[in-house]
Protein backbone atom coordinates (compact mmCIF):
# COMPACT_ATOMS: atom_id res chain seq x y z
CA UNK A 1 0.00 0.00 0.00
CA UNK A 2 1.23 3.28 -0.86
CA UNK A 3 1.81 6.19 1.89
CA UNK A 4 3.18 9.77 3.02
CA UNK A 5 4.79 10.63 6.19
CA UNK A 6 4.68 14.66 7.18
CA UNK A 7 6.55 15.12 9.92
CA UNK A 8 5.61 18.03 12.60
CA UNK A 9 2.15 18.81 12.22
CA UNK A 10 2.36 22.73 13.23
CA UNK A 11 5.07 24.94 11.32
CA UNK A 12 5.85 28.26 11.98
CA UNK A 13 7.78 30.47 9.65
CA UNK A 14 8.35 33.95 9.78
CA UNK A 15 6.93 36.39 6.86
CA UNK A 16 9.48 36.74 4.16
CA UNK A 17 11.02 33.49 5.11
CA UNK A 18 11.71 29.88 3.37
CA UNK A 19 8.99 27.97 3.96
CA UNK A 20 9.79 23.96 3.64
CA UNK A 21 7.77 21.14 4.18
CA UNK A 22 8.98 18.22 4.20
CA UNK A 23 7.14 14.86 2.74
CA UNK A 24 8.55 11.44 2.18
CA UNK A 25 6.24 8.48 0.14
CA UNK A 26 6.23 4.81 0.24
CA UNK A 27 5.38 3.18 -2.58
CA UNK A 28 6.44 -0.12 -4.52
CA UNK A 29 5.58 1.56 -7.91
CA UNK A 30 6.42 4.81 -9.52
CA UNK A 31 4.38 7.05 -7.47
CA UNK A 32 2.64 10.08 -9.01
CA UNK A 33 2.87 12.95 -5.53
CA UNK A 34 0.71 15.83 -5.06
CA UNK A 35 0.48 19.05 -3.04
CA UNK A 36 -2.96 20.15 -1.64
CA UNK A 37 -3.72 23.45 0.43
CA UNK A 38 -6.51 23.79 2.55
CA UNK A 39 -7.62 27.19 3.74
CA UNK A 40 -9.56 27.90 6.83
CA UNK A 41 -13.63 26.22 6.07
CA UNK A 42 -12.37 25.49 2.53
CA UNK A 43 -11.90 22.56 0.88
CA UNK A 44 -8.48 20.91 -0.94
CA UNK A 45 -6.95 23.20 -3.48
CA UNK A 46 -4.20 21.59 -5.80
CA UNK A 47 -0.83 23.44 -5.13
CA UNK A 48 1.14 21.27 -7.92
CA UNK A 49 1.80 17.92 -8.98
CA UNK A 50 4.30 15.56 -10.26
CA UNK A 51 3.50 12.53 -12.19
CA UNK A 52 6.63 12.01 -14.95
CA UNK A 53 9.26 14.36 -16.71
CA UNK A 54 11.08 17.34 -14.94
CA UNK A 55 11.59 15.79 -11.42
CA UNK A 56 11.03 20.43 -9.96
CA UNK A 57 7.38 21.12 -9.93
CA UNK A 58 6.32 24.76 -10.29
CA UNK A 59 2.73 25.46 -8.79
CA UNK A 60 0.78 28.26 -7.74
CA UNK A 61 1.38 31.15 -5.49
CA UNK A 62 5.01 30.66 -5.60
CA UNK A 63 5.98 26.88 -4.55
CA UNK A 64 7.80 24.62 -6.02
CA UNK A 65 8.23 20.81 -5.11
CA UNK A 66 11.05 18.42 -6.10
CA UNK A 67 10.32 14.36 -6.60
CA UNK A 68 13.74 12.81 -5.78
CA UNK A 69 13.26 9.03 -6.23
CA UNK A 70 16.55 8.53 -4.18
CA UNK A 71 15.36 10.15 -1.13
CA UNK A 72 11.94 8.73 -1.65
CA UNK A 73 11.19 12.41 -0.88
CA UNK A 74 8.99 15.79 -2.36
CA UNK A 75 9.67 18.41 -0.16
CA UNK A 76 7.67 21.43 -1.20
CA UNK A 77 9.02 24.95 -0.68
CA UNK A 78 8.49 28.72 -1.28
CA UNK A 79 11.30 31.07 -0.99
CA UNK A 80 9.27 33.99 0.95
CA UNK A 81 6.37 33.53 3.55
CA UNK A 82 3.53 35.29 2.67
CA UNK A 83 0.92 35.66 5.23
CA UNK A 84 -1.79 34.55 2.77
CA UNK A 85 0.46 31.31 2.88
CA UNK A 86 -1.54 30.46 6.72
CA UNK A 87 -3.28 27.00 6.09
CA UNK A 88 -3.27 23.24 6.59
CA UNK A 89 -0.79 21.42 3.52
CA UNK A 90 -1.50 17.93 2.81
CA UNK A 91 1.06 15.88 0.59
CA UNK A 92 -0.63 12.71 -1.45
CA UNK A 93 0.53 10.12 -3.57
CA UNK A 94 -1.45 7.57 -6.00
CA UNK A 95 0.17 5.98 -8.92
CA UNK A 96 -0.94 4.65 -12.52
CA UNK A 97 -4.00 2.49 -12.71
CA UNK A 98 -4.48 3.58 -9.11
CA UNK A 99 -7.65 5.70 -8.43
CA UNK A 100 -7.41 6.43 -4.43
CA UNK A 101 -4.91 8.96 -2.89
CA UNK A 102 -3.17 8.67 -0.03
CA UNK A 103 -2.92 11.65 1.98
CA UNK A 104 -0.57 12.42 4.86
CA UNK A 105 -1.64 14.09 8.23
CA UNK A 106 -0.54 17.34 7.26
CA UNK A 107 0.88 20.46 8.47
CA UNK A 108 -0.36 23.21 9.67
CA UNK A 109 1.36 26.24 8.42
CA UNK A 110 1.20 29.54 11.11
CA UNK A 111 2.99 32.56 9.17
CA UNK A 112 4.43 35.24 11.86
CA UNK A 113 4.50 39.15 11.10
CA UNK B 1 -20.15 29.04 -10.83
CA UNK B 2 -19.16 26.61 -8.10
CA UNK B 3 -17.06 23.33 -9.23
CA UNK B 4 -17.90 21.02 -6.62
CA UNK B 5 -20.58 22.11 -4.85
CA UNK B 6 -21.88 19.79 -1.46
CA UNK B 7 -24.80 20.49 0.90
CA UNK B 8 -25.14 21.34 3.11
CA UNK B 9 -22.47 23.19 4.65
CA UNK B 10 -22.75 22.00 8.48
CA UNK B 11 -24.99 19.40 9.91
CA UNK B 12 -25.75 19.13 13.63
CA UNK B 13 -27.78 16.27 14.53
CA UNK B 14 -28.60 13.91 17.20
CA UNK B 15 -27.14 10.04 17.85
CA UNK B 16 -29.48 7.54 15.89
CA UNK B 17 -30.86 9.90 13.29
CA UNK B 18 -30.26 9.01 9.50
CA UNK B 19 -28.91 12.30 7.23
CA UNK B 20 -27.78 12.76 3.51
CA UNK B 21 -25.40 14.94 2.19
CA UNK B 22 -25.41 16.07 -1.52
CA UNK B 23 -22.71 16.38 -3.81
CA UNK B 24 -22.74 17.93 -7.16
CA UNK B 25 -20.23 18.62 -9.92
CA UNK B 26 -20.66 21.18 -12.55
CA UNK B 27 -17.13 19.83 -14.51
CA UNK B 28 -17.93 16.79 -16.48
CA UNK B 29 -15.74 14.55 -14.57
CA UNK B 30 -16.77 10.87 -14.80
CA UNK B 31 -15.46 9.91 -11.48
CA UNK B 32 -16.66 10.89 -8.34
CA UNK B 33 -15.31 10.26 -4.55
CA UNK B 34 -16.05 10.83 -0.81
CA UNK B 35 -13.25 11.24 1.74
CA UNK B 36 -13.45 11.78 5.44
CA UNK B 37 -11.47 13.82 7.35
CA UNK B 38 -11.12 13.29 10.79
CA UNK B 39 -10.69 15.82 14.11
CA UNK B 40 -6.40 15.73 13.37
CA UNK B 41 -7.21 16.45 9.55
CA UNK B 42 -6.16 13.01 8.09
CA UNK B 43 -8.37 12.52 4.98
CA UNK B 44 -8.94 9.12 4.17
CA UNK B 45 -11.01 7.79 1.24
CA UNK B 46 -14.74 6.13 1.54
CA UNK B 47 -16.32 5.30 -1.81
CA UNK B 48 -15.54 6.34 -5.52
CA UNK B 49 -17.69 5.90 -8.08
CA UNK B 50 -16.77 6.10 -12.25
CA UNK B 51 -19.79 6.79 -14.22
CA UNK B 52 -22.33 6.02 -11.95
CA UNK B 53 -20.44 2.45 -10.66
CA UNK B 54 -18.86 2.07 -7.83
CA UNK B 55 -14.89 1.24 -7.66
CA UNK B 56 -13.68 1.70 -4.27
CA UNK B 57 -15.48 1.04 -1.16
CA UNK B 58 -12.99 1.23 1.33
CA UNK B 59 -13.70 -0.08 5.08
CA UNK B 60 -16.35 1.86 5.99
CA UNK B 61 -19.48 0.95 8.20
CA UNK B 62 -22.59 -0.39 6.10
CA UNK B 63 -24.44 2.65 7.72
CA UNK B 64 -22.69 4.79 5.00
CA UNK B 65 -24.02 4.23 1.70
CA UNK B 66 -23.46 6.60 -1.47
CA UNK B 67 -26.34 6.92 -4.19
CA UNK B 68 -25.28 7.80 -7.64
CA UNK B 69 -28.46 9.27 -9.48
CA UNK B 70 -25.91 10.09 -12.64
CA UNK B 71 -22.49 11.17 -13.33
CA UNK B 72 -22.59 14.73 -11.56
CA UNK B 73 -24.08 13.97 -8.21
CA UNK B 74 -22.95 11.77 -5.60
CA UNK B 75 -25.15 11.49 -2.23
CA UNK B 76 -23.95 9.95 1.01
CA UNK B 77 -26.78 9.11 3.30
CA UNK B 78 -25.85 7.84 7.07
CA UNK B 79 -28.14 5.44 8.98
CA UNK B 80 -27.74 5.26 12.59
CA UNK B 81 -25.45 8.06 13.04
CA UNK B 82 -22.81 7.76 15.98
CA UNK B 83 -20.18 10.06 17.76
CA UNK B 84 -17.58 8.82 15.99
CA UNK B 85 -19.42 9.90 12.68
CA UNK B 86 -18.23 13.84 13.33
CA UNK B 87 -16.06 14.48 10.91
CA UNK B 88 -15.60 16.86 7.71
CA UNK B 89 -17.08 14.77 4.61
CA UNK B 90 -15.35 16.23 1.25
CA UNK B 91 -16.74 15.38 -2.10
CA UNK B 92 -14.53 15.37 -5.11
CA UNK B 93 -14.77 14.67 -8.94
CA UNK B 94 -11.47 13.90 -11.35
CA UNK B 95 -11.91 13.73 -15.02
CA UNK B 96 -10.86 9.84 -15.39
CA UNK B 97 -10.58 7.30 -12.53
CA UNK B 98 -6.47 7.42 -12.49
CA UNK B 99 -6.05 9.87 -9.92
CA UNK B 100 -2.67 11.32 -11.54
CA UNK B 101 -5.23 14.10 -12.89
CA UNK B 102 -6.45 16.65 -10.61
CA UNK B 103 -9.26 16.08 -8.24
CA UNK B 104 -11.31 18.57 -7.50
CA UNK B 105 -12.56 18.72 -4.28
CA UNK B 106 -15.83 20.46 -2.42
CA UNK B 107 -15.93 22.89 0.19
CA UNK B 108 -16.72 19.94 2.99
CA UNK B 109 -19.59 19.48 5.41
CA UNK B 110 -19.09 19.75 9.13
CA UNK B 111 -20.99 17.07 10.44
CA UNK B 112 -21.30 16.88 14.29
CA UNK B 113 -23.21 14.46 16.15
CA UNK B 114 -24.33 15.33 19.54
Known amino acids: AQSVTQLGSHVSVSEGALVLLRCNYS??????LFWYVQYPNQGLQLLLK??????LVKGINGFEAEFKKSETSFHLTKPSAHMSDAAEYFC???????????FGKGNQVVVIP | DTAVSQTPKYLVTQMGNDKSIKCEQN?????MYWYKQDSKKFLKIMFS???????INETVPNRFSPKSPDKAHLNLHINSLELGDSAVYFC?????????????FGQGTRLTVV
Open chain 2, 92 to 104: ASSQVWEMNTEAF
Open chain 1, 27 to 32: SSVPPY
Open chain 1, 50 to 55: YTTGAT
Open chain 1, 92 to 102: AVTSYGNNRLA
Open chain 2, 27 to 31: LGHDT
Open chain 2, 49 to 55: YNNKELI
